[in-house]
Nanobody, 122 residues
């Protein structure tokens, strides 16, 4: 059972990236799949999540209107589409699975991906 995050890279301010979180060993629609990020010197923070019960999506104010999260139930992949990226979005991005649904609390998730670096810079 594991999650694998990918899709990070270097992008200019205003650009876009689509990350992927691939689940193996379980189906994503049975877990709330959240995306978290951690910038250097800062705590890990939750930024978006898609709920397992009804597919509801949640966003932190810092990414609302710019990020969109979606789920492919056939391929067991969760995609956050990140648009209008800013230098403040620079961080390592992680996906995590929570059988209880969505939470910004980082101590509740059962599985974590390994992280993918996103750097927004000109």
């Amino acid at each position: 059972v594991q999650l694998q995050a990918s899709g990070g890279g270097l992008v200019q301010p205003g650009g876009s990236l689509r990350l992927s979180c691939v689940a193996s060993g379980f189906t994503v629609n049975r877990y709330g799949i959240g995306w978290f990020r951690q910038a250097p010197g800062k705590e890990r923070e939750g930024i978006s999540c898609i709920d397992n019960r009804d597919g509801s999506t949640y966003y932190q104010d810092s990414v609302k209107g710019r990020f969109t999260i979606a789920r492919d139930n056939v391929k067991d992949i969760v995609y956050p589409q990140m648009n209008s990226l800013k230098p403040d979005d620079t961080a390592v991005y992680y996906c995590a699975a929570d059988s209880s649904g969505c939470s910004w609390y980082t101590g509740r998730q059962e599985y974590w991906g390994q992280g993918t670096q996103v750097t927004v810079s000109s």
